[in-house]
């Protein structure tokens, strides 16, 4: 369960002002249908979310699985941001209060920091891991070569390595597949999936010609994540609607149906405004794609093989690897 929506705070209120009353449902509503990994950071809200998923889950923290991310900016002063030793330190400290617990299971770099060395930033997360602080740690939002340097440093200095990364992946959004699902493959890192209904626009409420749905975030004036092909978006969007019709359900569970049939996907980060949003999308878990649905679905989203992928394509399938394998379609498939 994703807790962008806890708190409301500054930009945070055009997707949603979830307070502890609301969350509370939510959060029981999820437990109740077996969800056990609750994710924030500490920048939702500057704080805000991680306070609200705290006071929630206060009594049995030790049921579920809590991660939070730290690395963006929370502040005006020149250490509110990245992943230095004292802005990691201070942000881990603070989550763990805001979380009123002991230790997070899986901590994020949220985002990219190409200023502060990769070995002082794995020697802080390393010493937090040491520390009982922190149980794994990931990052997110990280190119291919931002996630191998990182872990050659870990290699390297004997630190602390990443186990796991957090992305934006959809069938409108299949980039992640050029080196970001390889790595994962090649690498054993898992992947969580962060909007995995591009922020609504895969649920089937979002037509072609039709005006924006009322009360959705792109109403709100929300434009995360950029969309550079409308046709190509609505295309998708109408075979969702089609399979899922097959299927009996939304255009959304055959969105995340299908990601979870994709490589190195561990789990997906699901977020929703009411219980019967968080109640539909669990149905996804029990939707089976055959052949010919994922098929259709590809045909109509597979991104294109840019180089040197069309190269590799054409002299080098015969000694892919499974990493490899994660961009490129197998023969017969």
Not at 319 to 330: K, Q, V
Request: glycine share 8%; net charge negative; proline share 5%.
């Amino acid at each position: 369960m994703g807790t962008f929506t806890f708190g409301g705070d500054g930009p945070f209120a055009m997707v949603g002002s979830q307070q502890v009353p609301e969350a509370r449902r939510l959060v029981d509503c999820c437990i109740d249908h077996g969800v056990n990994l609750f994710d924030t950071a500490n920048m939702y809200s500057t704080g805000l979310s991680e306070q609200i998923l705290g006071e929630v889950l206060d009594g049995r923290r030790d049921q579920v699985l809590v991660t939070s991310k730290a690395r963006m900016r929370i502040g005006d002063g020149p250490n509110d941001e990245g992943v230095s030793r004292y802005h990691l330190i201070r942000e881990c400290e603070k989550t763990l209060k805001n979380l009123r617990t002991d230790h997070i299971d899986i901590y994020y770099m949220h985002e990219w920091d190409g200023v502060t060395p990769v070995e002082e930033k794995m020697a802080a997360l390393d010493a937090l891991v040491t520390q009982g602080k922190v149980r794994y740690v990931g990052c997110s939002n990280y190119s291919g070569w931002h996630i191998m340097k990182s872990l050659q440093a870990s290699e390297r200095d004997r630190r602390v390595r990443f186990v796991t990364q957090q992305i934006h992946y959809t069938l409108e959004a299949r980039e992640a597949e050029y080196e970001l699902l390889p790595i994962s493959v090649d690498q054993g890192l898992g992947v969580l999936v962060w909007s995995p209904l591009a922020a609504g626009l895969l649920s089937g409420k979002h037509r072609r010609s039709q005006p924006v749905a009322e009360g959705s975030r792109q109403a709100a004036g929300w434009t995360e994540p950029p969309i550079r092909d409308q046709d190509r978006l609505w295309d998708i969007v109408d075979v969702l609607i089609s399979v899922g019709e097959k299927h009996g359900v939304e255009a959304a569970q055959i969105a995340l149906a299908w990601l979870l049939t994709r490589p190195a996907v561990s789990s997906l980060v699901i977020g929703g405004s009411n219980i019967d949003q968080f109640k539909a999308n669990f149905r996804a878990f029990d939707v089976k794609l055959d052949p010919d649905d994922l098929k259709r679905l590809d045909q109509v989203s597979a991104p294109p093989l840019i180089y040197p992928y069309w190269h590799q394509g054409q002299f080098a399938h015969d000694r892919f690897s499974e990493g490899d394998w994660a961009l490129h379609a197998r023969p017969g498939k």
